[in-house]
C-alpha cells in the first residue's frame, strides 16, 4: 500500500477527531487543567511570564502553556479555543505515531494502530484536554521515528520539544541512550551485538552508537536549563516542596513501588479494554505466519518466500526491543515516582504496545482487521462503561459528567445563596472563587477542606459558624459494586500508599455539619450537593454514632 501524505493524514485526523470532541469542545476545565495548566498559561498570556503566579509552580516545563497561551493571544480565551489546540496537538501525536508505525513495519500497520490508539478511551479522553502528557507522547514517538531513521539532529530535536512539554519524557532518549551504551559494551567484551538487525529500512544505520548516544543525551541541555531557570526564580528546583514530597519523597518505599509496578503493568496491557487487544495478540500468537500468494517477480518483503506464496514480515525485532526498552523505562520510573498512579503518565509507552500487538495480528490472521475492529469496538465502549474498578474520571467520558454534575450545583449555589460563604474541597474551591473557569459568573467566597472524607467532615463541623453552605461531591469515582471491596488488605494499602479515602455521602455531611441538603444530583457513580446550614443557634449539635 502507497504511503499517504502526511499533511493529508494530519488533515484527516484532525477532522475525524474534532467531530468526535464537538460534544466536547464548550465544557469548562477539569480537574488539574483548572488546578494548574490552565492558570499557568493565562499568566503567561497576561504577564509574559514563564512561572506561574496564580497557582503554586510545578515545575513543569512551559511548553504546552505557551502553545495555549499563543492560541489564545492569536483566537481568544475560551474552553474552544484551548480544546481545538489541544485537538491539534493531538492530531500530530498521531501523525508522529502513523510515521512510526509506518517506518516499523507497513502502512496497513500504521493506519489500524493510529486508529486504535485514537480510540483508546485514555488517549480519547486527554486528547482535547489542556494537559501536557499527550504532547510529550507525541513529540516522543516523533524522535522514536527519527531514531529509527537515523536521524541524529531529528532526535536531538524532537526528544528536546518532548522534554520541554513534561520533564518525564527525558525517559525515552535516556533509555536509549542506555541501551546504546549496553550494545557498545557488549561489543566491547567480544559478545554478538543484540539489536544489530536493520533498524532503518531499507538500509542500515549510517551512524554508530557513540555517535547516537551524544544526539540522544542533548535533550538533557534545555531541560537543564529550565530547571536551572525555575531555581533562580522559585528557590526550589523541581516543583513546589509539597508537589515534590508528595510526587517523589514519599514514593520511595519498596512495598509500594512493587505495587505500583503492577499498576503500572496493567494499564499498559489492560486497563479500559488494552487487555481485549493483548489477549488477541497473545492468542495470534499461537498461529503460524500467514502466507499470502504473490507472483514470482512481486515486490514484497518476506521472511520466507516461495514462488507462489510469502509471509508476513514481523517488525524487525531490534525494533521490538527498542519498543519494549521504552515501555520498561516508563513503567519503572512512573511506578517509582508519581504520587498518583495515573494512566495518563504511560500514553507514551501504550501506543508502543499496540503497534506491536496490531503487526502480531496482521502477521498472523488472515482477516486480522476484523481483530482490530472488535478492539476499536472494545474501546469506543470505554468512553462510556465505567470499570468494575476504582479509576480516574479523566481516562473516559467520566470527567464530562463530573463537569456537568458541577456546573449544575455551583450554578444553583451561585444563583440561591450569591453572598455565601461555600465550605468545598479542590477543585471545586479554583471553580467557585475564578470565574474564567467557566463555572460561575462572579467569584464566590469559599471555605476550603481537603476532602471529604470522615475526618475532614468532622473537622469542618467544628467551625460551622465561617461558612453559610456547603458543597459537597464526590472525589474519587467508586463503583457500585468493586470487584476488591471485601479485600481490605487492599484498602489499608491504598490508603497507605496512594491517598485513598471514602467520601461520605451528602445525608451523612450534612447530619454532621448541621444543615440539610437544597440540591443533589449524581451521574454514574458521582455525584454532587449543596447542604444549607441550619442557624448556629438552631443546629443540633450531631452525635458520632451516624455511621451505618
Known amino acids: 500500500m502507497r504511503s499517504p501524505h502526511p499533511a493529508l493524514v494530519f488533515a484527516v485526523i484532525f477532522v475525524v477527531i474534532f467531530l468526535l470532541h464537538a460534544p466536547l469542545l464548550q465544557l469548562p476545565y477539569f480537574w488539574d487543567e483548572a488546578g494548574y495548566y490552565v492558570p499557568a498559561a493565562r499568566d503567561l498570556l497576561l504577564n509574559g511570564d514563564l512561572i506561574p503566579h496564580s497557582t503554586l509552580s510545578n515545575a513543569h516545563p512551559p511548553l504546552v502553556m505557551a502553545w495555549l497561551a499563543l492560541w489564545w493571544k492569536c483566537v481568544g480565551y475560551a474552553p474552544l479555543v484551548t480544546r481545538s489546540a489541544m485537538l491539534s496537538v493531538a492530531s500530530f501525536a498521531l501523525l508522529g505515531l502513523f510515521r512510526l508505525a509506518e517506518r516499523a513495519a507497513n502502512t496497513e500497520v500504521a493506519i489500524a494502530s493510529t486508529l486504535c490508539t485514537a480510540l483508546y478511551p485514555v488517549f480519547f479522553a486527554q486528547s482535547s484536554l489542556a494537559q501536557v502528557d499527550l504532547a510529550a507522547a507525541g513529540l516522543t514517538f516523533w524522535g522514536l521515528c527519527a531514531y529509527l531513521e537515523d536521524r541524529p539532529i531529528g532526535v536531538a530535536m524532537w526528544f528536546s520539544l518532548a ?12 533509555a536509549l541512550a542506555g541501551w546504546e551504551l549496553v550494545q557498545l559494551v557488549a561489543l566491547r567484551i567480544g559478545k554478538n551485538r543484540v539489536g544489530t538487525g536493520a533498524l532503518a529500512r531499507p538500509v542500515e544505520r549510517s551512524s554508530t552508537g557513540p555517535q547516537r548516544i551524544p544526539a540522544l543525551l542533548l535533550p538533557l541541555v534545555p531541560l537543564s536549563f529550565w530547571y536551572v531557570y525555575h531555581y533562580a526564580r522559585t528557590g526550589y528546583i523541581f516543583g513546589n516542596p509539597e508537589f515534590f514530597r508528595y510526587n517523589v519523597a514519599a514514593t520511595l518505599n519498596p512495598l509500594r513501588f512493587l505495587l505500583a509496578i503492577a499498576l503500572r503493568l496493567w494499564q499498559t496491557f489492560g486497563y479500559l479494554h488494552l487487555w481485549v487487544l493483548t489477549l488477541a495478540m497473545l492468542l495470534a500468537m499461537a498461529l503460524p505466519p500467514v502466507g499470502d500468494r504473490v507472483g514470482p517477480d512481486a515486490p514484497v518483503r518476506v521472511v520466507e518466500r516461495s514462488s507462489t506464496t510469502a509471509e508476513r514480515k514481523r517488525i524487525p525485532i531490534a525494533v521490538q526491543i527498542i519498543f519494549l526498552v521504552v515501555v520498561a523505562a516508563y513503567v519503572v520510573a512512573m511506578a517509582l515516582i508519581g504520587g498518583a498512579v495515573l494512566a495518563r503518565y504511560m500514553l507514551p509507552a501504550v501506543p508502543l504496545v499496540i503497534i506491536l500487538a496490531v503487526s502480531t495480528l496482521r502477521r498472523r490472521l488472515r482477516y486480522w482487521p476484523v481483530a482490530v475492529a472488535v478492539v476499536g ?37 451561585e444563583a440561591r445563596y450569591p453572598m455565601a460563604h461555600a465550605l468545598t474541597a479542590w477543585p471545586a474551591s479554583d471553580e467557585l472563587t475564578r470565574p474564567w473557569l467557566g463555572y460561575t459568573t462572579r467569584p464566590v467566597q469559599v471555605v476550603r477542606i481537603e476532602d471529604f472524607s470522615l475526618e475532614e467532615v468532622l473537622s469542618a463541623a467544628d467551625f460551622r459558624s465561617h461558612f453559610d453552605v456547603a458543597l459537597v461531591f464526590s472525589t474519587k469515582y467508586e463503583p457500585p459494586n468493586p470487584l476488591l471491596d471485601r ?11 496512594f491517598g485513598f479515602h471514602r467520601d461520605v455521602p451528602p445525608p451523612v455531611a450534612a447530619q454532621i455539619l448541621g444543615g440539610h441538603i437544597v440540591y443533589s444530583e449524581e451521574r454514574k457513580g458521582q455525584w454532587v450537593a449543596v447542604i444549607e446550614m441550619e442557624r448556629i443557634e438552631n443546629a443540633a449539635i450531631p452525635s458520632h454514632g451516624f455511621w451505618p
Open 163 to 174: 522534554a520541554l512539554a513534561k520533564e518525564t519524557a527525558i525517559l525515552a532518549p535516556t
Open 377 to 413: 469496538g472494545a474501546f469506543i465502549a470505554g468512553w462510556f462503561w465505567n470499570p468494575p474498578y476504582g479509576f480516574s474520571p479523566e481516562d473516559n467520558l467520566a470527567y464530562r459528567d463530573y463537569v456537568v454534575l458541577h456546573q449544575d450545583a455551583e450554578r444553583f449555589l
Open 487 to 497: 479485600w481490605m488488605t487492599w484498602t489499608n494499602l491504598k490508603r497507605r500508599f
